[in-house]
């Protein structure tokens, strides 16, 4: 196994202390000091709450960089040193200003600011704040909470911004009244900071009445924020706004929406889709929850809406010809093992430490503890390839030939045929976060029809044929829309927020993103691929059955994580 960078791996989203187990947590406590120690940074509170207070622009942010960039041309050695260190460490923020000084005239401003981009490249990312941001909720330093409500609003990204959040939730206790840090920044003129203070306010059951007028910010990053919230405090009055929250132009925010308005719904959600996300499928999709609440605001009850589970990091990997599925930290080395497992090509890991695996050549989808002991099992007329726990509890099982959904009890609730049709050259490949096939399938498409499918939480189905992808409804059969990108080679296709796809094609070496439309955005080429999966940090994470090894790679292309099997991983997860 070889590892560029440590801390590239602590790049994990809504990591809650305090659902960890003692040696989880401890485990973190000493990968967020070791961040901050290679970069020349305190470990403890203090020097956390100083680095974040250093990444927070200010009014006169735009003047510092620029003073910092003609520092590093300065006569004096130790101001030039000092200004390069400085730049490195506001990472991703000094990036423009550092591609600008590659341009000036002065050879030694030149040459160090093509340095610091260099180690920015190859640094810490969003590890580092999160290390500081994780020190500070361990630590608690006087001022912490403020700092955090003005850090929110300059996070490089998403990731970084829900850590800063759930900081905030253990920063902050439950109160009566507001503290003044959060009365202030729900008044703040940056919509982040206002969105993080209502946030933190509903999440804690505090001034419902003050959340509510948040749902009429301008700022739709406010307005969600806010319904989230409330959700969580069973506040019906956060339904509608997420309804309209749907039609927004920004696919990220949209889609959050969705997933919320999926989690109080269930299995009584509309079945409309947003389709290729145009005006018309929006509206539509729009008009079918406004349906929904009519007919369901009198009887509605708000699931439990929990703090999310922690991303810890770790990555579980199925591998079919070794009969094994593990998991491993960001050191590669084996955190447990089950073994004997007939042809393994995917693993989902539940609560309670159980393993939800789909056994291909042993016919049947199992769910095992740690120690491989099967606690329950659906055998299968036909090589199950993907599977997936459902919030209902029910199960989600594709083969080579169909798509069903079964009861705990096992009892089929629907079960729709991926054979071809009548004149349809079959399928190519699968989804799911990972669909299936390529070369080492062990059959071809045209014999079997199908590789796998995956279920959407609207309950519709997506499936490819003749190299389209094709959402389908299984109840009514109905397809309610067909995207052709003009490739019969899938290995695998999971669906991104915006209608967008990110896919896997095995025998052209390539994972690539596409457009609702069918149009490619994004690739990388990499012999063998086999598995996609987008990260919450914005990296992907590959698996290849020709190099035998799990690649992360980021948007412009960089390995920043790699870990080699010993025979080739099909499904590949990231937890």
């Known amino acids: 196994m070889r590892q560029p960078h440590p801390a590239l791996i602590l790049t994990a989203a809504l990591v809650v202390l305090a659902n960890l187990s003692p040696l989880q947590a401890e485990e973190f406590a000493e990968l967020d000091a070791s961040v901050l120690r290679e970069q020349g940074l ?10 974040l207070r250093g990444r927070t622009f200010s009014a006169n942010t735009r003047e510092q960089f620029q003073l910092l960039i003609k520092q590093l041309g300065h006569k004096r050695f130790a101001l030039r040193e000092a200004a390069s260190r400085k730049l490195i460490l506001w990472g991703v923020h000094a990036v423009p200003y550092l591609q600008e000084a590659t341009q000036e005239k002065d050879p030694e401003i030149v040459r160090r600011a093509e340095n610091a981009l260099q180690q920015i490249e190859c640094g810490p990312g969003s590890a580092l704040p999160i290390a500081a941001i994780r020190v500070l909720a361990r630590s608690k330093p006087t001022g912490a909470g403020a700092a955090l409500l003005a850090f929110v609003p300059f996070a490089e990204d998403a990731q970084v911004e829900d850590e800063a959040l759930n900081a ?29 203070a209502a946030f933190v306010l509903g999440r804690l059951n505090n001034q419902p009445t003050v959340i509510r007028r948040c ?58 889709s947003a389709g290729d996300g145009s005006k018309e499928a929006l509206a539509k999709q729009q008009m079918a929850w406004r349906d929904w609440w009519r007919e369901n605001e009198a009887c509605l009850t708000i699931p439990p809406l929990e703090r999310p589970r922690p991303l810890l990091g770790f990555t579980v990997i199925a591998q079919r010809d070794a009969n094994k599925v ?11 093992t089950i073994s004997n497992v007939e042809g393994p090509v995917e693993a989902h890991v539940l609560p309670g430490n159980r393993v939800l695996i789909a056994e291909f050549s042993g016919k049947k989808v199992t769910e095992r503890d740690l120690t491989g002991k099967v606690l329950w099992e659906k055998t299968l007329p036909q090589n199950p390839t993907s599977c997936q726990r459902l919030p209902n509890g029910n199960t989600f099982i594709a083969t080579t030939s169909a798509a069903m959904e079964v009861t705990p009890e096992g009892k089929e609730v629907y079960s729709y045929s991926l054979r071809p049709e009548r004149g349809d050259f079959g399928s190519r490949g699968g989804f799911g976060r990972g669909g299936f096939g390529g070369p080492r399938s062990g ?28 959402e389908v409804d299984p109840l009514t059969r109905k397809t309610i ?30 994972a690539a993103e596409y457009d609702s439309e069918g149009r490619k955005i994004w690739e990388y080429r990499f012999p063998g691929v086999h598995h996609a999966t987008r990260l919450p940090n914005g990296n992907t994470l590959l698996s290849s059955q020709q190099e035998a090894r799990v690649i992360e790679i980021t948007r412009a292309g960089k390995v920043v994580w790699q870990q080699e099997t010993d025979t080739p991983a099909w499904r590949i997860q990231r937890r």
Not at 42 to 51: R, V
Not at 444 to 470: D, E, K, T, W
């Open 42 to 51: 305190g470990t403890d509170g203090a020097s956390a709450l100083a680095f």
């Open 168 to 196: 905030l939730l253990t920063l902050y206790p439950k109160a009566d009244s507001i503290d003044p840090p959060l009365r202030q920044s729900l008044e703040a003129r940056l919509s982040r900071q206002r969105a993080a």
């Open 215 to 272: 749902l009429s910010d301008d700022s739709a990053v406010v307005r969600l924020r806010a319904a989230e919230a409330l959700l969580a405090a069973n506040d019906l009055e956060a339904i509608p706004p997420l309804i309209e929250l749907l039609a927004l132009d920004d696919p990220t925010l949209s889609y959050k929406a969705e997933q919320l308005l999926f989690h109080v719904a269930g299995e009584n959600s509309p079945r409309v």
């Open 326 to 336: 593990w998991e491993c930290g960001h050191d590669g080395k084996p955190r447990w």
């Open 443 to 470: 059959g071809s498409a045209s014999r079997f029809g199908s590789y796998g499918a995956f279920r959407q939480p609207n309950g519709h189905l997506l499936v490819l044929r003749r190299g389209s992808i094709v």
């Open 481 to 510: 829309r067909d995207v052709n990108l003009y490739t019969t080679s899938f290995s695998s296709v999971e669906v991104l927020p915006g209608g967008r796809f990110l896919v896997a094609l095995n025998s052209r070496g390539l």
